[in-house]
């Protein structure tokens, strides 16, 4: 999957890509909430550095608890990634055809992640990166894909972050849902190519697929 990042003040990027750079906000030391930039693709504290050998981009929700690289992160580093949508790829006649999907009334969504800091032994490099957090799709959405980025609003992003968080109130909060509508928006092949980041990007090329929130 590729995410597109609501750009922020100087940022015209409308395709981030794996191991770019993404903004997350994450709590603070004083129990509030910070912003930081990050790298999209973790990198785990006790591993030797940056590497795409393994694909962290992505975390599946259900082995969060089992996975070496994401369990320390899902107890101590639950993120959350403020974006304007997400991009995914439907094949149809041989063909992969991209959509945007974004929330219906044009705001941003709010997408669960997990970060964690990696620093040499050897010399004064730290890495910051966050991978995103994914679910079964929810019935609506298995058009387009079989699995789906954890959806949360303002309230449940609250939960997600919150220190000592319960595990029951963790579980439902990854389970498939569509957190608002959505509209699911046919652009053309232009964003395939990750070179490409102004906003044609997300320009339509068919009518949206309009979903209704579907929270459990």
């Keep these: ?122 010399s004064n490099e730290i890495v910051e990166s966050f991978t995103i957090v994914t679910t079964a799709a929810s019935p609506e959405l298995e058009f387009l894909h079989r699995r789906q980025p954890v959806m949360l609003s303002k309230p449940s992003a609250i939960e997600w972050m919150a220190r000592d968080q319960e595990a029951t109130v963790l579980a439902d909060l990854m389970s498939p849902r569509l957190a608002f509508d959505l509209s699911v928006i046919p652009v053309s092949t232009f964003v395939s190519n990750s070179r490409n980041t102004g906003a044609r990007c997300i320009d339509p090329v068919g009518d949206a697929v309009e979903l209704s929130a579907v929270v459990p």
Excluded at 53 to 62: D, G, I, L, T, V
Excluded at 99 to 121: E, F, I, N
């Design 1 to 122: 999957m590729d995410w597109v990042n609501e750009p922020f003040p100087g940022d015209d990027n409308f395709n981030t890509s794996p191991t770019a750079q993404a903004w997350i906000i994450r709590p603070d030391s004083d129990g509030a909430y910070e912003a930081a930039s990050a790298r999209w693709w973790l990198v785990p504290h006790w591993s030797d550095g940056p590497s795409n050998r393994y694909a962290m981009f992505n975390a599946k929700s259900e082995t969060l608890s089992s996975s070496n690289a994401f369990k320390g992160p899902f107890e101590r580093g639950r993120c959350i990634l403020p974006v304007s949508g997400f991009y995914e790829w439907t094949k149809r006649n041989d063909r992969k055809l991209p959509h945007y999907v974004r929330p219906s009334d044009g705001s941003a969504m709010v997408l669960a992640g997990l970060w964690d800091r990696w620093q040499s032994k050897t």
